[in-house]
């Protein structure tokens, strides 16, 4: 079993739709990261968590420390955020083990 | 926000050569730098920990001589990979923690290498 898991691993939506994307971990953390990655490869830093909830723009994370489970939420989704969505949790010494990401396409 | 280049973004050789590729963090400075690694749809993989004026840490099963990481300056990290072979055709990935304090790190574009 991988210490991060990504659910779901693939989501197809409509421009418009409330998105959800969930990870869980099984390992204690300092932090947990949301991070984007694009066709050509580049990684974006979403967000970095270690309670509570942030919000940037269209895009809220949350995370839950005693169940060890984040949630990523778009709202109104648009086409530009297709991309490949993924949960890192950050361990001892800065260590990132990665989930292997959800990858969302949303449709005009 | 903090910006973190790498050098080449793209690049193919021949086995048995050596590729050296850079990354920098252009308006900060970083003690930290990370190596990852990630195959065609994988997940990325922790190669190595870098301290700037020390040695990396590298991750279990990673060749520390074959990845050479250099840390010279708070603002450039190194990998060489050297020798290379088919299988270490892959994409290469930086990442550069700010000095300081502990926060998000920032991720380089990555760097593409094909090895003939």
């Known amino acids: 079993k991988n210490e991060v898991e990504q659910s779901p691993q693939n989501l197809t939506a409509q421009e418009g739709e409330f998105i959800t994307i969930n990870c869980s971990y099984s390992?204690?953390?300092?932090?947990l990261h949301w991070l984007q990655q694009h066709p050509g490869g580049g990684i974006v830093s979403l967000f970095m968590?270690?309670?509570g909830k942030k919000k940037h723009g269209r895009l809220i994370a949350t995370i839950n420390i005693q169940e060890k489970h984040s949630s990523l939420h778009i709202t109104a989704s648009h086409p530009r955020d297709s991309a490949v969505y993924i949960c890192a949790v950050e361990t001892s010494g800065s260590r990132l083990t990665f989930g292997e990401g959800t990858q969302l396409t949303v449709n005009p | 926000g903090a910006v973190v280049s790498q050098h080449p973004s793209r690049v193919i050789c021949k086995s048995g050569t050596s590729v050296k590729i850079e990354c920098r963090s252009l308006?900060?400075?970083?003690?930290?730098m990370f190596w990852y690694r990630q195959f065609p749809k994988q997940s990325l993989m922790l190669m190595a920990t870098?301290?700037?004026?020390?040695?990396?840490?590298?991750e279990q099963g990673v060749e520390k001589d074959k990845f050479l990481i250099n840390h010279a300056s708070l603002t450039l990290s190194t990998l060489t990979v050297t020798s290379a072979h088919p299988e270490d055709s892959s994409f290469y990935i930086c990442?550069?923690?700010?000095?300081?304090?502990?926060?998000?790190?920032?991720f380089g574009p990555g760097t593409r290498l094909l090895v003939l």
């Open positions: 390992v204690g953390i300092s932090a």
């Open positions: 968590l270690s309670s």
């Open positions: 308006d900060f400075q970083a003690t930290t």
């Open positions: 990442s550069a923690r700010l000095a300081a304090r502990q926060e998000t790190q920032y």
């Open positions: 870098s301290n700037e004026g020390s040695k990396a840490t590298y």
